[in-house]
């Protein structure tokens, strides 16, 4: 139902920044969490930053006051600025949209939905 393209990783040295950004497309439900994760080699995928359902913005403590979540609604994009990029941020990031429940009568059982991952390299 959810359909998402992330764009904007790549190589940068540390201390840099980088943009990413994720533009969603399809049915969205009308309570729903929107944001990105990411995995490093050898490592559980974790959260980096979202907007829960009630639309209030959560950071993981590692990235807070580095990187910034914020969304265009009218694009249904959402984007993530990460500055002074240390080589412990690289890993493949995902844009994560989590939602469910009734959509056009019929029901839908809460569920993640996972774009396809940038990857981001830090390099020192």
């Known amino acids: 139902q959810v359909q998402l393209v992330e764009s904007g990783g790549g190589l940068v040295q540390a201390g840099g920044s980088l943009r990413l950004s994720c533009a969603a497309s399809g049915s969205f439900f009308s309570i729903n969490a929107m944001g990105w994760y990411r995995q490093a080699p050898g490592k559980q995928r974790e959260l980096v930053a979202d907007?829960?359902?009630?639309?209030?913005?959560n950071y993981a403590d590692s990235v807070k006051a580095r990187f910034t979540i914020s969304r265009d609604n009218a694009k249904n994009t959402v984007y993530l600025q990460m500055n002074m990029l240390k080589p412990e941020d690289t890993a493949v990031y995902y844009c994560n949209y989590r939602g469910g429940g009734y959509l056009s009568g019929a029901y839908y059982a809460p569920r993640d939905y996972w774009g396809q991952g940038t990857q981001v390299t830090v390099s020192s």
């Open positions: 907007f829960n359902s009630g639309g209030r913005t």
